[in-house]
């Protein structure tokens, strides 16, 4: 309650020993942000003003036409016109997601997802490449590929296997073929290169309480940017594939850089999920980004079917359309006391026009998913 006394923060534990951080304490046990003394204007929002094409959700758990009809229930209540499944799969994976979904295929398109079972062994490449033609041809809008290319998947002497990797090539190649994107996330965030200390922005939100997994430095994996410039060279072998970089191609903190990396590849796009929290806290660079590249960003959530309207979805609209101010941004991570991981801070709204709206809600997702094209035309109307 207001008046109260408040009470000292706890103080951080010991050190422990943890390898290749020795001075690692961990961090102290965060709540939900707190509430705040600020008089501002709230404007009453419900819904996405356009149907929005969520370009990077997570539908691992829609297993069966009952779930994908009870997530059209919740993208009704949002205003979300049409979902993109990252994890729909290969093989006879990606065939379920298919059949689960025929019942409301308006909704939603699957991305298919590269298995690197077998990576290092002969023939891998032909084989993955055939797999991925054949769900194209099966109604696959496009490609996911995660970071565990570049952060995980290594080659036979224990080195890492990059997104420029000629194994690869037969990939890019095939979606090139098809016209189809490639929604890739290569890296990771800034301060899961950092160390793990008290100047690290995760550390004070929380996320290394218990451990410092999920934490890359000085830990014998690549540099963050050995993975960018490996980035860079696959593009520049692959200028007829489209690439929609996710997560601002976690660059979001460094919005120059991105403008760079626009200007210079043009087979190049971003989408924005989970980082409203870095681009938020930026409301005039952030906002002069938005409307500058405009034509080159999509909208995306990283969301997953357990997220809840009022907590999850109506924070991005409140970003993309009002000029609120000092709001909690959509959290990705929440720790088991409510902490957002990824941010310990508030946004503010970009104030969008409703021309840069319409783009990146749901005209520039059009451009690669024909398939959803009359699906927002019936929604529009």
């Not at 769900?135 to 224990?158: M, T, Y």
């Amino acid at each position: 309650m207001w008046g109260c006394a408040s009470q000292p923060a706890p103080e951080p534990e010991a050190a422990v020993s943890v390898p290749n951080h020795p001075d690692f304490k961990p961090a102290p046990e965060q709540g939900p942000m707190p509430d705040t003394v600020l008089v501002v204007k709230r404007t009453p929002i419900e819904k996405a003003k356009y149907p929005a094409i969520d370009f990077h959700f997570h539908g691992r758990r829609l297993e069966t036409p009952a779930d994908y009809a009870r997530m059209v229930e919740i993208m009704d209540q949002a205003g979300v016109g049409v979902i993109c499944n990252m994890d729909a799969g290969f093989g006879e994976n990606f065939d379920k997601h298919m059949a689960a979904s025929e019942a409301v295929r308006d909704r939603f398109q699957q991305f298919a997802r590269v298995d690197f079972e077998g990576i290092n062994e002969p023939g891998w490449s032909e084989k993955a490449a055939a797999e991925l033609d054949r769900c194209f041809r099966a109604g696959a809008a496009g490609l996911k590929i995660s970071k565990r290319l570049g952060l995980e998947i290594k080659n036979a002497d224990g080195s890492y296997i990059q997104c420029d990797d000629p194994r690869m090539d037969p990939i890019w190649e095939m979606c090139a073929r098809h016209e189809k994107p490639v929604m890739i996330h290569v890296n990771d965030s800034a301060a899961r290169f950092q160390p793990v200390s008290q100047r690290n922005e995760r550390w004070e939100a929380g996320q290394w309480r218990q451990s410092v997994d999920g934490n890359y430095y000085a830990a014998g994996f690549p540099d963050t940017e050995a993975i960018f410039a490996a980035r860079e060279r696959m593009l520049d072998k692959h200028p007829n594939t489209r690439f929609v970089h996710a997560h601002i191609a976690l660059l979001g903190f460094n919005l120059p850089r991105v403008a760079a990396f626009l200007d210079k590849y043009p087979n190049s796009d971003i989408e924005v999920s989970a980082r409203l929290q870095e681009i938020g806290r930026q409301p005039y660079s952030g906002r002069e980004f938005l409307l500058k590249y405009q034509d080159r960003i999509l909208f995306g959530t990283d969301g997953d079917p357990s997220r809840e309207v009022e907590q999850f979805w109506t924070p991005h609209w409140r970003y993309f359309e009002t000029n609120d101010e000092y709001f909690n941004h959509p959290a990705q991570m929440l720790s088991q006391l409510g902490a957002p991981l990824q941010g310990r801070w508030a946004i503010h709204g970009a104030y969008l026009p409703d021309e840069a709206l319409r783009k990146i809600y749901y005209e520039n997702a059009l451009k690669y998913l024909p398939g959803a094209r009359e699906s927002i035309r019936r929604q529009l109307n």
